[in-house]
């Protein structure tokens, strides 16, 4: 989903890994009136999840018509980017710790998603380097269910780029709070909200450099090179 707040005219595209639950939950829904939008998960016929009700992208909320191109060009839209070195290492160990134990009675919305629950299992089969060359280097057998998502793959990228293309203003997580006042200035807000610790992930090894063996390092330099240059990110 977003977050849509039309009395502050701003909308918040919830990037995954970034404290948006705490963000949104926190501060955007209780005091700046803001709305879950979509307010529920958006399914095809097979009961299988198109637009998901937490991170859904702007690209989604106008194809899908929750949010017209008119309305999307008045509004504030920000997001928020993670170091993609760390980000994927919570990635891999949310599915082996937070998600795994969730597969043998999956609650909707796993049901939903298919292709998360079987992400979810490929990351328990896998060491983090087998884990990052097959699910964004491509190095996986094109009879695996996930080898229809090879093809769409581009070459270097945004780890974030759906929520980035068509913000006007990305926060960081490495500084989120300090990010957040300037969206509060943007909007009109002057009170110095402050963010809360919500929906904190299992905890892993503190330093995400840990998990990186040297092949792991140059797939993720190569595949996030963008986030590197375009956000000064670095190993």
């Not at 009395?7 to 995954?16: D, E, H, N, S, V």
């Not at 298919?114 to 380097?129: G, L, V």
């Amino acid at each position: 989903m977003a977050l849509i707040s039309r009395k502050y005219g701003c909308l918040f595209l919830m990037a995954p890994r970034t404290a948006c639950t705490a963000l949104g939950r926190g501060v955007l829904i209780p005091f700046l009136a803001a709305e879950w939008l979509p307010a529920e998960p958006i399914v095809d016929a097979r009961g299988e999840q198109i637009v998901d009700m937490k991170h859904s992208t702007l690209d989604q909320l106008v194809a899908h018509r929750l949010l017209d191109r008119e309305e999307a060009g008045r509004l504030f839209k920000f997001t928020t980017v993670r170091n993609p070195f760390d980000s994927l290492v919570s990635m891999y160990t949310n599915m082996r710790d937070k998600y795994r134990e969730r597969l043998a009675d999956p609650p909707d919305w796993m049901r939903r998603n298919p292709e998360f629950m079987d992400a979810t299992r490929r990351a328990n089969e896998m060491s983090f380097t087998e884990w990052l060359a097959e699910r964004f280097a491509g190095e996986r057998s094109w009879k695996h269910p996930w080898a229809r998502l090879v093809r769409r793959l581009p070459g270097p990228r945004h780890l974030y780029g759906e929520f980035i293309r068509g913000s006007d203003y990305v926060m960081r997580f490495e500084r989120l709070q300090e990010d957040f006042w300037t969206v509060l200035d943007r909007i009109g807000v002057a009170e110095r909200l402050e963010i809360p610790q919500l929906n904190v992930s299992p905890a892993r090894e503190r330093d995400y450099r840990s998990y990186y063996t040297d092949r792991a390092r140059r797939i993720a330099s190569y595949v996030f090179a963008p986030d590197l240059e375009r956000f000064g990110y670095r190993f």
